[in-house]
Nanobody
Framework: VQLVESGGGLVQPGGSLRLSCVASGFMFGSYYMSWVRQAPGKGLEWVSHINSGGSANYADSVKGRFTISRDNAKNTLYLQMNRLKPEDTALYYC??????????RGQGTQVTVSS
């Protein structure tokens, strides 16, 4: 049972990145899935979640800029991040469960927004 994130990197302000999270070992399509992030020196912040049917919610800080989606056939969760800001710099994790709450979390992928 694991979650593996990828897609992070260094991007300039205003740029875009697409994160992926591949799930294995459980019935991915049956679960809420979330993205959370942790900026340097700060606690975990919930970013977004999506239910098994594709309905999503977002933190106010990313609403209108980020889009969460899932491909249940590929056991993959995505986070499309547009109009990135320096304050989006963080380690991004996918989590099995709503609101970023759950015992299963990936190892994270680093997103750095800087000119």
């Amino acid at each position: 049972v694991q979650l593996v994130e990828s897609g992070g990197g260094l991007v300039q302000p205003g740029g875009s990145l697409r994160l992926s999270c591949v799930a294995s070992g459980f019935m991915f399509g049956s679960y809420y899935m979330s993205w959370v992030r942790q900026a340097p020196g700060k606690g975990l912040e919930w970013v977004s979640h999506i239910n098994s049917g594709g309905s999503a919610n977002y933190a106010d800080s990313v609403k209108g800029r980020f889009t969460i989606s899932r491909d249940n056939a590929k056991n993959t969760l995505y986070l499309q991040m547009n109009r990135l800001k320096p304050e989006d710099t963080a380690l991004y994790y996918c989590v099995r469960g709503p609101r970023g709450i759950g015992p299963l979390r990936g190892q994270g992928t680093q997103v750095t927004v800087s000119s």
